[in-house]
């Protein structure tokens, strides 16, 4: 009676190692390569500085729409083609004479 006691018991024990097994041997991967697959489907905008503001020519559903949009409103963040690109404007300097105009694209 005490054999089938100790088996019971290391069966027991093999089937609690046997599940805790695979979360035991997972494991952490600190670095990788990942790859990305896609394709442009429209031509960047185009930017034309003026004197108090930039043409911004962007090509949208198969014609290109141009805007004149102020260096204020480009400062403000407003977005003239808000389903195509984001405009921001920040000063780079405390003189406030140069400037840095991002188009983030969606």
């Not at 429209?42 to 930017?47: G, T």
């Amino acid at each position: 009676m005490a054999a089938s006691i100790v088996k019971s018991i290391i069966s027991a024990g093999i089937v609690v190692l046997s599940a805790l097994t695979p979360a035991l041997a997972a494991t952490t991967v600190n670095g990788g390569v990942i790859h990305f697959r896609g394709a442009i489907v429209e031509d960047p905008c185009e930017i034309s500085p003026h004197n108090n503001q930039f043409a911004l020519s962007c090509p949208h559903e198969g014609r290109v729409q141009t805007t004149q949009v102020s260096y204020g409103d480009a400062l403000r963040g407003h977005n003239p083609y808000p389903d195509v690109a984001t405009v921001s404007m920040k000063y780079i300097n405390p003189e406030k004479t140069l400037a840095v105009l991002q188009v983030s694209y969606r």
